[in-house]
């Protein structure tokens, strides 16, 4: 089974604290990704990795950053913690074989408050 | 870039009664397709997935999604609905370059007794 973790399920945070969110994947995927989700938005993709050292921005990048210095592992950083950035955060992997590809699989994720 | 809508942000129907959970999507190449479900207070969960061969597919839970390239949909549906259907359910499209999927907005399922 694969198995996608993250650090925390829960978390608050206060305004302008720095932010690590951490994703753990089993799998030996490829490619990770991190969203945050919101009513009525669904999944907005902030960053993703297809291979370690290296990261693409997705559509809502700004106020983030991430970091892959091993394949398993991906990391979010919210910089200075904004009161907007209150979510759901979701870490998914992926493989880059081409019967699987596109098939993410995710972790529980890390309902974050910023107070 | 690909995008996807889901008709209803809920839907409501009782125990029994037919599923019914509608996708259309935009691409400019044959798409691959996917559903996806979330329980409360989880992470997403796949349901089925479309890339090529029959058009129906059949995913876990008794639900199966139908791709009509005509009408650019892949509607989500089942028999019957239980109790423990109750979740809000994603619809999502593969990128044409990279390994992306853009995903619908969500649709909240509601399963009365």
């Known amino acids: 089974d694969v198995k996608v973790t993250q650090s925390s399920r829960y978390l608050v945070k206060r305004t302008g604290e720095k932010v690590f969110l951490e994703c753990v994947q089993d799998m030996d995927h490829e490619n990770m990704f991190w969203y945050r989700q919101d009513p009525g938005l669904g999944l907005r993709l902030i960053y993703f990795?297809?291979?370690?050292?290296?990261?693409e921005k997705g559509d809502i990048p700004e106020g983030y950053s991430v970091s892959r210095e091993k394949k398993e592992r991906f990391s979010l950083i919210l910089e200075s913690a904004s009161t907007n950035q209150t979510s759901m955060y979701l870490c998914?992997?992926?493989?880059?074989?081409?019967?699987?590809?596109?098939?993410?699989?995710f972790g529980p994720g890390t309902r974050l408050t910023v107070t | 870039a690909q995008s996807v809508t889901q008709l209803g942000s809920h839907v409501s129907v009782s125990e029994g009664a037919l599923v019914l959970l509608r996708c259309n999507y935009s691409s400019s190449v044959p798409p691959y397709l996917f559903w996806y479900v979330q329980y409360p207070n989880q992470g997403l969960q796949l349901l089925l997935k479309y890339t090529t061969g029959a058009t129906l597919v059949k995913g876990i839970n008794g639900f199966e999604a139908e791709f009509k390239k005509s009408e650019t949909s892949f509607h989500l549906t089942k028999p019957s609905a239980h109790m423990s259907d109750a979740a809000e359910y994603f619809c999502a499209v593969g990128e044409t370059s990279g390994s992306r999927l853009t995903f619908g907005e969500g649709t909240q399922l509601t399963v009365n007794p």
């Open positions: 990795s297809y291979d370690v050292k290296m990261k």
């Open positions: 998914a992997s992926s493989s880059l074989s081409s019967g699987a590809m596109y098939e993410q699989y």
